[in-house]
């Protein structure tokens, strides 16, 4: 099956500092990519959608300056916290679609990253 | 707009017993509709969907979900829990074609017991 693949897993970092996050399709090229936020015991929140050589879509009450989103490649996008704060701090998941497979609309999940801002 | 509406944050079962959790959307198409399974500081695991075809879905793990449409309902089960399940269960909706973002509900935690 399709595999997606985060990095890091863990980051903790400084208060106004700058981290990235990397999602890669591991076997598939994927287009679109999908950014979502969990907050402890919450569901997922889509951030943005990533599209490959485009501009990224962002949610309505997503700060598009503050969550940078880069997709350029078909196997790559990535997510970069900037001026971080300990508000940030939350779980991200990066999604993928395989164009490969006949369109279902099911999304393949990373490992997600949790973020910690101290 | 759609939207899914998952009943119980917390169901806590024997081992053994009926595991069912439920879930309600919202669409103003056809959906498309998801189980996915969530273990701790780990991503989302797609158990089943359902896509047009069988209103009765078979997916890993011994769980299965109906379709009514009638109801608007996707209710996930399976006839005797184990242990293992004891994760964050989330239901998602698509619109049908499948090109468009997936909608979550709040998730259900199962808890399973000896």
């Known amino acids: 099956g399709a595999v997606v693949s985060q990095h890091p897993s863990r980051v903790i970092c400084k208060s106004g500092t700058s981290v990235k996050i990397e999602c890669r399709s591991l076997d598939f090229q994927a287009t679109t990519m999908f950014w979502y936020r969990q907050f402890p015991k919450q569901s997922l929140m889509l951030m943005a959608t990533?599209?490959?050589?485009?501009?990224?879509?962002?949610e309505q009450g997503v700060e598009k300056d503050k969550f940078l989103i880069n997709h350029a490649s078909l196997t790559l996008s990535t997510l970069t916290v900037t001026s971080a704060h300990p508000e940030d701090s939350s779980f991200y998941i990066c999604s993928a679609r395989d164009p490969t497979v006949v369109n279902t609309g099911e999304l393949f999940f990373g490992e997600g990253s949790r973020l910690t801002v101290l | 707009a759609q939207s899914v509406t998952q009943l119980g944050s917390h169901v806590s079962v024997s081992e053994g017993a009926l595991v069912l959790l439920r879930c309600n959307y919202s669409s103003s198409v056809p959906p498309y509709l998801f189980w996915y399974v969530q273990y701790p500081n780990q991503g989302l695991q797609l158990l089943l969907k359902y896509t047009s075809a069988a209103t009765l879905v078979k997916g890993i793990n011994g769980f299965e979900a109906e379709f009514k449409k009638s109801e608007t309902s996707f209710h996930l089960t399976k006839p005797s829990a184990h242990m293992s399940d004891a994760a964050e269960y989330f239901c998602a909706v698509s619109e049908s074609g499948g090109y468009n973002k997936l909608i979550f509900g709040a998730g259900t935690r199962l808890a399973v017991h000896p």
């Open positions: 990533s599209n490959e050589g485009s501009k990224a879509t962002y």
